[in-house]
């Protein structure tokens, strides 16, 4: 008897110090993060033990042939615990929610032999929801070169509502933080920026304002803040390097917290300092001052800053205010809200931008001489064509062609008129 007590307490040792043994361990070939290894996201910065993701959208992106890969990393948090979305081949495959410890997580497993490109964006926010530290992968295949970067950059500068507070409610609000109930990759501003395709560089912070932070204080501000790689960590030791990172659109979604400054004239002359600042390190953006989604006061104070900048790329974009009978945690906006928001700032960007939409045809009905409008020249380029004044090229036909002929003439001159002077919504072709 004693000795099936110890043979199988000798099979039971060797099956649990398998279960522990890392999964790959023999196939695994390490590899250390750089610029010639990852391509980085967002404001993730390197120092001597690693990849430091504190920001939400911060992270990195790789492709790799081979099946899986995990990663050794360190995380901690002041409240619950990181969050990081894992995309594969363009698509998220899922959430995968990081211990405060040093350990090896699973990154991604059971893939197809074949080349394929990871992405890796940190959910949660900057402090509470914890700092992530990669400090090498373990590929068990072949790593290959970094991804380009998109060609477009959006930067995003808020609060808790650019952070996601709250928003992963299912309408069953707690009131408290929960570095789980937030997704700070899914706001109004990232879901109207991910259509674009472009780059999102998210740097926001929960009770944080421009100039007075929830509560009342005046240190730590976004005024402190903006201009560095990780203020909350690394201080004012290193600046972020905008020239090599320019942003083509800048929203700034702040003021709710400010609200708790009583004196209204250092209100304006921080919000006027704030965008005077961005204006200083994006040269040559649009800054869309994106407000209202909690709370509308001091909109005219805002509105006033934007117009009286002098500035034809500064633009103030009223948000819709959330449903409060549908709200997220403590009062914040719920997803339904995010989503609902996302849409109209997506049209400004795309006016401000002229970019298209992921799927969109890449020229308007109607508008055939590409100055976004259609309007009597419009009717008058087509009819030139007709009589062989001008030729027009492939993307002006396809955007004269409004009755889906298959070619341009003067019905589609008639009918480009007819909606100018409202006769016609719609063209035939869009019915």
Known sequence: MLRKIILFLLVAIIMLTAMQMPIYAEEATKVLLSDQTVTTHGRAYY??????????????????????VTMDITSSATAGQAFLRIYVDGVAVKDLAISNRSYTARLVGGLENTTHTVKVLKRTENGWGGMVTVHNLNVTGTIGEPPARPNRRVEVIGDSITCGYGNLTANKPINSYQSSRQDGLTTFATMAIEPFGAEMQIISKSGIGFGCNNGGG???????????????????????????????????????????????????????????????KNPDAYIIWAYEIMTASRADVLMQVCNEFGDDKVVYHKLGMMDTKNPGDAGHPSMATQQADSIALGDLIKQLTGWKRAGEPDFVYGDVDGDTKVTAADALEVLKSVVGKVTLTEGQTKASDVDGSGKADAADALDILKKVVGKIEKFPVEE
């Open 218 to 280: 005046k240190t730590n501000t976004m005024l402190d803040v903006y201009a560095y790689t990780d203020y909350f960590n690394l201080g004012t030791d290193v600046p972020w390097d905008f020239a090599a990172n320019p942003a083509d659109v800048v929203i700034i979604a702040l003021g709710t917290n400010d609200t708790a400054n009583p004196d209204g004239d250092d209100y304006k002359q921080k919000a006027t300092a704030m965008l005077s600042l961005v204006r200083e």
């Open 47 to 68: 120092t001597d033990d690693g990849l430091h993701m504190n920001w939400t959208a911060s992270g990195f992106s790789f492709t790799f042939t081979g099946t899986a």
